[in-house]
């Protein structure tokens, strides 16, 4: 489910997530002003989306440790058309599929 990420919310779940190939388990949003496109990454199958990104640091939040990264996307599809924006993942370093994801610890 994807909403609006321009207030902080709190997200609780319980997966199972075994993907055979690529996937992604995660909190993914947007927000319109400026335009940003947002994945709070909990687990993932075969390739991490954030390769090829700029490694921003790292936050602890919900008993992990997340790796921030931003990319600039051009010209490329979002939630307002054909748009240039900054993405931004927060990727978990221990892969999980279940529990608490608050917004706020990851885009304050």
Do not use: D, M
């Not at 995660?26 to 390739?47: F, N």
């Not at 936050?59 to 900054?86: D, K, L, M, W």
């Not at 993942?89 to 917004?103: D, F, L, N, P, Y």
Request: proline content about 4%; hydrophobic content about 25%.
């Amino acid at each position: 489910r994807a909403w609006c990420l321009e207030q902080a919310r709190q997200k609780n779940y319980s997966s199972s997530f075994n993907p055979n190939g690529n996937g992604y388990l995660s909190v993914y949003g947007w927000s319109t002003s400026p335009l940003i496109e947002y994945s709070i990454v909990e687990s993932y199958g075969t390739y991490n989306s954030s390769t090829g990104a700029t490694f921003k640091g790292t936050v602890s939040s919900e008993g992990g440790t997340h790796n921030i990264y931003t990319a600039r996307r051009v010209n490329a599809p979002s939630v307002q058309g054909t748009q240039t924006f900054t993405q931004f993942w927060s990727v978990r370093t221990s892969k999980r599929v279940g529990g608490t994801v608050t917004t706020a610890s990851h885009y304050p």
